[in-house]
């Protein structure tokens, strides 16, 4: 036994904590409209509250927490963090204005950085590599339950009692999740017996800036990240905004778009790594290359329609390709370095997907539909979802790129067994 509930219990209670990491996070997507009307914010500061402002604490901060995690018993650290997201998710119902609830979720930030790279060194260790992607693919099906379950919960919640009250029933649920997990999940005995003694913070960061292999896995899956959490983060101000739909339906019908869309496309990009990536390590890039060039017309389709009955499942579709970079690009991280160094590689992986993806991504379509709006009027967010669309082909290029590092049968890098 690896824990008190085994590893399977364990990989289930930890993907149900990452579903509630991405409802505190997606949430404020969801409420974006209700917050801008009461407020008075600008696109653009929407832009900064769902993505850069978020992303610039919760990737500088997960390094240094993810190597703490390295060194110690990494349970307690995601036990502390869950509390803190929460706890921070649930203050964003006091904001007055844009710079407390800025300060709040900033809040939420910190904490769940300490979240997902532990949970990634974890799951790494409880499973062999041969089953390793389809476990982070069980874990990573947080994102699209949390997706979906922050939107219809913040959709359904805030038409009825308002979005402030909405922040607090999504953030309730983390302190017992945080109980939970101390009580019934332990170190993985045989990981812990494996492995050396966790190298520097400095020698990890070398470590890491030494291989084209992870450098160019790491920019690849930030640009694919740039394509999924823009879309992620307007599609739900678009969809009301232009094409009419209500808060109400957003929380039937995006939620279950989301949900089954983005659960699809981590499934099955899991699947087909773990099938082909054994055999050929380029699969790990060649898989999401495909999906990334196959998501491109289809966004462009969506935006291009006025009939959100139409455009839905067109957007579903488009996010399910977009995410197909996670899993593959999580697994081939984990198999290229030591057992010791995977939580801090996990977190610099994670620095650099959510600083250009998370941060860059919605506050750059922000900035482009705030730009078009003296134009365009409300069409101004058609014209910068439609700006995504190239994005699309230059994260499928950056993908062929990390192929062709990762030839058939190599061991990792020597700058890694260096260390």
Known sequence: MNGRIGRNGTLALLTVIYLFNFMDR?????????????????????????????????????????????????????????????????????????????????????????????????IADLFPAHNRARALAIYSMGVPLGIGGGTAMGGWIAASYGWRTAFVAVAAPGIVLTGLLLVLVREPRAAEAEKKEAPSLGQGLAMFAGSPQLLMVSLSAALGAFTCYGL?????????????????????????????????????????????????????????AGALALGAPLLLAAVNLHD??????????????????????????????????????????????NLIGLGCGPYAIGLVSQWASADYGIQSLRIALQALVPMFLVAAGACLASARLLRRGETADAAISAF
């Open 26 to 122: 997606q949430i404020m997507a969801v409420l974006a409209e209700q917050v801008r009307l009461e407020f008075g914010l600008s696109d653009s500061q929407l832009g900064l509250l769902t993505g850069f402002m978020f992303a610039l604490f919760y990737t500088t901060l997960g390094v240094p927490i993810a190597w703490l995690a390295d060194r110690t018993r990494r349970t307690w650290v995601i036990a502390t963090a869950c509390t803190a997201w929460s706890g921070f998710c649930a203050a964003c119902a006091l904001a007055t204005g844009f710079f407390s609830l800025a300060a709040a979720r900033i809040g939420v930030a910190v904490g769940e950085a300490g979240g997902v790279a532990p949970s990634y060194s974890l």
């Open 232 to 288: 992620m983060a307007w599609v739900s101000t678009y969809l009301i905004r232009v094409l009419g739909m209500t808060l109400s339906e957003v929380g039937s019908w995006l939620s279950l778009t989301l949900a089954i869309g983005l659960g699809l496309g981590i499934w099955t990009s899991g699947w087909l790594s773990d099938r082909f990536g054994p055999q050929d390590r380029r699969m790990y890039a060649l898989i999401p």
């Open 308 to 353: 959100w009955h139409l455009a839905l499942p067109l957007f579903g579709a488009a996010l399910a390709l977009s995410i197909f970079y996670l899993a593959p690009s999580v697994a081939i991280v984990s198999e290229l370095v030591a057992p010791e160094q995977r939580s801090t590689a996990s977190a610099l992986l994670l620095l650099c997907l």
